[in-house]
């Protein structure tokens, strides 16, 4: 079975410092992973994908098979980046596994 | 295009009255997803279709709640008779195909229960 995990629920650190928000899954094939942002009170939003390496604000993530996991990096936290953060999981023909989510702070 | 809307953005309700959520997904799109998200539970899927047709529904909490997809154009999540522990937001969203495309999320509606 797909499943999508986030150790860290909150996550606080101060502007300028580097962040990275861990994601792990676990599936024997090969899948699509993303990182999704929801901003307070918005709809949740693509941030980027594993297969097109599409990426705004700066984050980036690598794909780790050996890891299982696909954590998401930017070397420089803004305090607008303050929003919680989704790993998915998406194969072909199955549905869409979200993680449990962790909620970044980036406090100034 | 307008992107995935939903209706209506916010629902009050008592327990024990109906309730009926809509979504109407981007033009083209063949699959569409229904998730509940909470403080305590985060993002649950709660079902998703394929070209019209229910794939997964072992997100549906319990028989209270019913979702139908009559065409490629909409789709309804029902709850029947309301609870107060069903207050959450519930987003619908869609995507092109069966396959590794991202998926397009509407803007939710909070529902809360009284």
């Known amino acids: 079975a797909q499943r999508v995990t986030q150790p860290e629920k909150l996550l606080s650190v101060f502007k300028g410092a580097p962040v990275e928000l861990k994601c792990n899954y676990s599936?024997?094939?090969?899948?699509?992973l993303f990182w999704y942002v929801q901003y307070s009170r918005q709809r949740l939003q693509l941030l980027l994908r594993?297969?097109s390496r599409e990426s705004i604000k700066g984050f980036t993530a690598d794909l780790n098979k050996g890891e299982t996991s696909f954590h998401l990096k930017k070397p420089f936290a803004q305090e607008e980046d303050s929003a919680m953060y989704y790993c998915a999981l998406s194969t072909y023909g199955q549905n869409f596994v979200f993680g449990p989510g962790t909620r970044l702070s980036v406090l100034p | 295009d307008a992107g995935v809307i939903q209706s209506p953005r916010h629902e009050v309700t008592e327990m024990g009255q109906e309730v009926t959520l809509r979504c109407k997904p981007i033009?083209?799109?063949?699959?569409l997803f229904w998730y509940r998200q909470t403080m305590m539970r985060g993002l649950e899927l709660l079902i998703y279709f394929n070209n019209n047709v229910p794939i997964d529904d072992s997100g549906m909490p319990e028989d209270r709640f019913s979702a139908k997809m009559p065409n490629a154009s909409f789709s309804t999540l029902k709850i029947q008779p309301s609870e107060p522990r069903d207050s959450a937001v519930y987003f619908c969203?869609?995507?092109?195909?069966?396959?590794?495309?991202?998926?397009?999320f509407g803007s939710g509606t909070q529902l809360s229960v009284l």
């Open positions: 599936y024997s094939g090969s899948p699509e």
């Open positions: 594993h297969i």
């Open positions: 969203a869609s995507r092109p195909g069966t396959g590794l495309e991202k998926l397009f």
């Open positions: 033009s083209g799109h063949n699959s």
